[in-house]
């Protein structure tokens, strides 16, 4: 069992990286910074970045991570960049030394944040114990945000249930005596099926 999970995870991890390559067909495996980009459908520009050892290792470890970070759930949400999808996101990146990963992260973070991109980023950057926090990077408000984050985490349990062992339909009947549709029960179904999709959660 333990062999067969290995190569699951090893077949998934290949999987996700052509779909990468597919966003940047010249993204190497080598040590650097790599830097994604999205622009939503209000002109809003968001940007992470971050380091790696192997860069095309590390972003196709951000589409299957767990816990998710916060920029994992937004890759869930938007997807990768392609004609159909033109607010996903897009990734390029740049070759460095290993010494050079944290000075070469704090200026790309400091330079697209000048430039008008919203960071997804954590902190601003490094590997140091000193590095600040950034954006989403706030103190807990307390009780209700911890009840919060309960709730988004059952919904994506719950998403993630119904994606691979459970279906759902609606409740009969969908018409009323006269043969039109039920209103209220299509939008509920529709609800439903945007709440596990986790599009009602505000995550960007």
């Known amino acids: 069992m333990a062999c067969n999970n290995y190569f699951r995870a090893k077949l998934i991890l290949e999987s996700n990286k052509q779909r990468w390559l597919k966003v940047n067909p010249n993204l190497p495996d080598t040590c650097g910074i790599y830097i994604l980009t999205r622009v939503d459908e209000n002109g809003i520009k968001y940007a992470y970045i971050g380091q790696a050892r192997h860069i095309l290792t590390r ?32 990734v390029e990146f740049r070759v460095c030394d290993e010494t050079e990963l944290d000075n070469e992260e704090k200026y790309y973070i400091h330079l697209y944040a000048s ?40 919904i994506k349990d719950v998403g993630e249930f119904f994606e691979k062992y459970l279906d759902y339909s609606i409740k009969l009947p969908t018409l009323t005596k006269k043969g039109n549709p039920i209103v209220i029960k299509q939008r509920k179904f529709e609800e439903f099926k945007s709440l596990l999709k986790g599009e009602t959660d505000g995550t960007e």
């Not at 951000?62 to 999808?85: G, N, T």
């Not at 590095?131 to 309960?150: E, T, V, W």
């Open 115 to 154: 430039s008008g991109y919203q960071l997804r980023n954590k902190t601003s950057g490094g590997q140091d114990a000193g590095k600040s926090g950034i954006d989403a990077n706030r103190p807990s408000k307390g009780y209700h945000d911890g009840l919060k984050q309960g709730y988004k985490n059952a």
């Open 59 to 90: 972003l196709a470890q951000h589409l299957r991570e767990y816990p998710p970070q916060h920029i994992d759930l937004s890759l869930k949400k938007h997807k990768l960049y392609s004609e159909v999808r033109p607010h996903g996101w897009k």
